[in-house]
Structure formats: C-alpha cells, structure tokens
C-alpha cells in the first residue's frame, strides 16, 4: 500500500516566496521521483492566469513536469484520469469556501481523495494547505476571519498565515473557544507534513517561522510550539 502524503503550508512557496525554493523542493521530494508530475490547481484564485503563469516561470528552477487544472477551462477527456496521472498536486492560495464550493461541484472532492489513496501527494499554501482538513481559518468572507468546513481528510483543525496577519492567532483562539476543532497553525513560511492522515514533522524554508499545536483544555487555549525543521 502506497504512503498517503499532504504538506500544508501556512504560507510561502512560489507565490510567495519565489527567491526562496526550500518549502517547494521539499514538497516535490515527497513524490520520490526524479522528475515529478506536478500539477498546479488555482481555483482559489479564480484560476487567476497570473499566478498559473507565474507557476510555470517558477517551476523552470526545479527538476519537475508542470501542468495544471482549470475549472473555468477544463482539460478535454477525463478529469479524474488527468489527475490520477500526477505525482504531485499543488493547490494555491485565495477564497477556499469558493474553491470548495466548486470542488464540490464538479466532483473533483471525490477525485483528489482517490488520488490521495493512490499515493498522490496533496498539498499547498494558505487555502490549499487548510483544505485538507476538517475545517480551517478562512477570510473567504471579507471583513472576518470564520469557520469552514473541508474536505475532513486530516483530522481537526487549520489556520494559515499565523504570524502572517495581525488577527489570525487571536481570531483562531477565539474559533477554537467556540468551538472550532483543536488543530494546527503555522506562520509564513512553515508546513506540517502528514504521512498516512498521522503528523510527522513541521518543516520551514525561515529559520525564523514555526508550526504549533493549538488545543482547548479546561476553558483556555494551549499553545504548542512545535519543534520546526529549517530545509535549509
């Protein structure tokens, strides 16, 4: 049986790190291929061609073959043999209640479990790192940061961007006092790696950023500052 893998970032990679390729090798290494099948998938953003340009100039410094799926613009043929193709899938960042609304939609939910089960490494940065999860942090809604329910693959909870923007800590204390899912935080720049739905390590391209355990006991909020590995 293949090993089931998700990285989720809180931030960084290409968009956001594109002088920094630490998060990304170490992403792409988990296909254990020389040449991975990595294929980006922007419906976050709209499928923003700007930023699928940008990951196809960013993806020329790595050993990868680059690809991606648009729901606006769907690959002819199947789409579940399309992704069951890949190596690697790397979800982008921006409005994940629209991107799950539209996963949802088309079905491609039920696609990446199955890719997932079939040993595709899933993963991603701020939507596409929270999406994984049985809920997260999103500021899908604007003006508030809320509760979402995702595609429940990892177990508990996740917010992104957690050193990144100055009402995510607090906002996800909050969440989780009322009832949001114990879970994971990570700052800019940092990732938790699952192999098998189970935590392995946090891992981070900044020496200066971490991952932490965030947890409900007796009315107050845990923090756990997790040990973070620096790629570099």
């Known amino acids: 049986m293949k090993t089931r893998k998700i990285l989720s970032m809180g931030g960084g990679g290409f968009s956001m ?21 990595v294929c980006f998938i922007g419906t976050a953003s709209g499928d923003s061609q700007g930023y699928i340009d940008r990951f196809y100039d960013y993806m020329k410094d790595h050993e990868v073959a680059p690809s991606h799926l648009s729901l606006f613009k769907a690959p002819a043929g199947s789409m579940r043999d399309y992704i069951l193709s890949k190596d690697v899938i790397y979800v982008g960042g921006g409005n994940t209640r629209n991107l799950m609304t539209l996963w949802r939609e088309w079905g491609l939910d039920k696609i990446l479990l199955e890719a997932y089960q079939q040993g595709v490494v899933l993963g991603g940065l701020s939507a596409g790192g929270l999406c994984w999860f049985e809920e997260g942090v999103t500021d899908s809604i604007p003006g508030s940061l809320s509760k979402l329910s995702c595609m429940n693959i990892l177990e508990g909870s996740f917010c992104p961007h957690y050193d990144g923007e100055s009402d995510r800590r607090p906002s996800y204390h909050r969440l ?8 994971y935080a990570c700052d800019d720049s940092a990732a938790v790696y699952f192999e098998n739905e189970k935590f392995i390590e946090a891992v981070c391209s900044v020496d200066t950023a971490s991952a932490y355990r965030v947890n409900l006991r007796d009315g107050k909020i845990l923090e756990e500052k997790l040990q973070t590995r620096f790629l570099g």
């Not at 990304?24 to 296909?31: E, H, P, R, V, W």
């Not at 989780?176 to 879970?183: M, T």
């Open 17 to 37: 790190e594109p002088g920094n390729l630490l998060l990304d090798q170490f992403f792409f290494s988990l296909a254990e291929k020389s040449k991975p099948n």
């Open 176 to 183: 989780i006092q009322d009832g949001l899912n114990a879970g």
